[in-house]
T-cell receptor, first 112, second 114 residues
Framework: SQQGEEDPQALSIQEGENATMNCSYK?????LQWYRQNSGRGLVHLIL?????REKHSGRLRVTLDTSKKSSSLLITASRAADTASYFC????????????FGKGTLLTVNP | NAGVTQTPKFRVLKTGQSMTLLCAQD?????MYWYRQDPGMGLRLIHY???????AKGEVPDGYNVSRLKKQNFLLGLESAAPSQTSVYFC?????????????FGSGTRLTVV
């Protein structure tokens, strides 16, 4: 069953604007990861945040994690047309659970 | 630096036919995974392997078998294809169970069962 659920399902913005996507999950996690998928391609790892971290940055990406609310957000600043893609959050639970569980994704369209 | 390579990229099968999807990684990763991606469903884990010679069931294993005879290869088999197995299949690998560096994905195999 899906662990992460992204919101919104689709987002359309203008180039230069910021894009925010949210992810909610159900059970305790070891870490949460965000991936990007361009149309017809495989997924590319963007950023990972551990359960004991609250915020992480990588270039134009900012990820926050609120374990009390079981939610995360991905902020892309100064968006570009090349950022147009689907974005997925994925959670990895602790214990013997070796596998990532993906949400259904947010389709981001950045208009030139 | 190929990363994860999947073959074939496209395939059309008739119901009842069998086939094997090959995944090869050159990063010496211990962990390998097979996912399927369907519209509106995100990615769902079919089978995974935590090392050479080991395999385990994921979320949707029925109708599929896997083998990991060599560390670098992870094979996904469909013994008797069904239209419900029409999907895009992705292989991934990681260097540890925490996936600290993220999973590396192949470019996918688009399978149509008619």
């Amino acid at each position: 069953s899906q662990q992460g659920e992204e919101d919104p399902q689709a987002l359309s913005i203008q180039e230069g604007e910021n894009a925010t996507m949210n992810c909610s999950y159900k059970t305790s996690i070891n870490n949460l990861q965000w991936y990007r998928q361009n149309s017809g391609r495989g997924l590319v790892h963007l950023i990972l945040i551990r359960s004991n971290e609250r915020e992480k940055h990588s270039g134009r990406l900012r990820v926050t994690l609120d374990t009390s609310k079981k939610s995360s957000s991905l902020l892309i600043t100064a968006s570009r047309a090349a950022d147009t893609a689907s974005y997925f959050c994925a959670t990895l639970s602790g214990g013997s659970n070796y596998k990532l569980t993906f949400g259904k994704g947010t389709l981001l369209t950045v208009n030139p | 630096n190929a990363g994860v390579t999947q073959t074939p990229k496209f395939r059309v099968l008739k119901t009842g036919q069998s086939m094997t999807l090959l995944c090869a990684q050159d990063m010496n990763h211990e962990y390998m995974y097979w996912y399927r991606q369907d519209p509106g469903m995100g990615l769902r884990l079919i089978h995974y392997s935590v090392g050479e010679g080991t395999t385990a069931k994921g979320e949707v294993p029925d109708g599929y078998n896997v083998s990991r005879l060599k560390k670098q290869n992870f094979l996904l088999g469909l013994e008797s294809a069904a239209p419900s197995q029409t999907s895009v299949y992705f292989c991934a690998s990681s260097d540890g169970w925490t996936g600290a560096d993220g999973y590396t994905f192949g470019s996918g195999t688009r399978l149509t069962v008619v």
